[in-house]
């Protein structure tokens, strides 16, 4: 795919999980949407803050290849990719508010916010490089080259039981908040809050934010831990997804989780 094509798509994917939510709304959805956005949700979100982000971007903690799948699916139902996203990611950190980083603040916030959505700074040679250690699984394979299946499974369901309406406010509506969840982080944290460590970025860990993205706004402790499952670093910094993972520890779904005390 060219890249003005993947601009294309990608664009065309944002504007449609924004549309319809939006029509939805309009149109007046019913309480058996809002039941299946409860549902489906947290699972979204788990997929995209413990498993795309902690996992398998940073590898805070080991897992069977049977739930790494499940945590790919989590992260799929929001039409994301663990192989894009590691790679993307691990490309972020590496130059970090710096010309080649990918959503740093100092290019602006459209760009920050959006633009680096639709347009990476990154080649997908440059992306599969940096996440060779998940290329070696074949259904992680599989997701990167059809990232948008689980996701339209998902709305196909949704739309055989109660239309379009859930389709909007169940299946899109998660990812359109996940969405601007993460560029919150991309943006704000590296704006506004308190700094712990004096590392070489501009992360900042903001209350507010970490608050509306179950523990993400910890960023500078983040950076300066990046492999840690633990982005909270004292009893008030409220980290809700790593209480997932030390539930899924406990479970014994992981193991040999990062920085847990």
């Known amino acids: 795919m060219t890249i003005a094509a993947s601009k294309i798509r990608a664009g065309l994917l944002i504007a449609l999980l924004h549309a319809l939510p939006i029509a939805a709304?309009?149109?007046g959805p019913q309480t058996r949407d809002w039941v299946?956005?409860?549902i489906v949700y947290?699972?979204?979100a788990i997929g995209v803050g413990v498993a795309l982000h902690r996992y398998f971007a940073h590898r805070a903690f080991k897992t069977s290849r049977e739930f790494q799948f499940a945590l790919a699916l989590m992260a799929a139902s929001a039409f994301g990719d663990p192989i894009r996203f590691a790679g993307k990611h691990r490309l972020h950190h590496r130059f970090v508010d710096t010309d080649k980083d990918v959503h740093?603040?100092?290019?602006?916030m459209w760009h920050c916010w959006i633009g680096s959505l639709l347009e990476s700074a990154y080649t997908e040679d440059e992306t599969r490089k940096q996440a060779r250690d998940l290329l070696r699984y074949p259904e992680l394979r599989w997701l990167n080259r059809h990232p948008l299946v689980p996701g339209l499974v998902l709305a196909t369901i949704a739309y055989l039981i109660g239309g379009i309406s859930m389709v909007g406010i169940g299946v899109c509506l998660g990812p359109v908040i996940l969405m601007h969840q993460s560029s919150a982080v991309n943006y704000l944290c590296h704006k506004y809050g308190y700094r712990r460590y004096d590392i070489r970025d501009s992360s900042t860990n903001n209350f507010l934010v970490a608050?509306?993205?179950f523990g993400e706004g910890w960023h500078n402790n983040h950076h300066r831990n990046p492999r840690s499952a633990k982005a909270g670093e004292t009893w008030w910094e409220i980290d809700v997804f790593y209480y997932v993972i030390a539930l899924f520890s406990k479970l014994g779904l992981v193991w040999n989780v990062r920085g847990a005390r």
Request: proline share 12%.
């Open 25 to 27: 709304l309009v149109i």
């Open 36 to 38: 299946f956005f409860a």
């Open 42 to 44: 947290p699972f979204s």
């Open 104 to 108: 740093t603040p100092l290019k602006g």
């Open 211 to 213: 608050i509306l993205t």
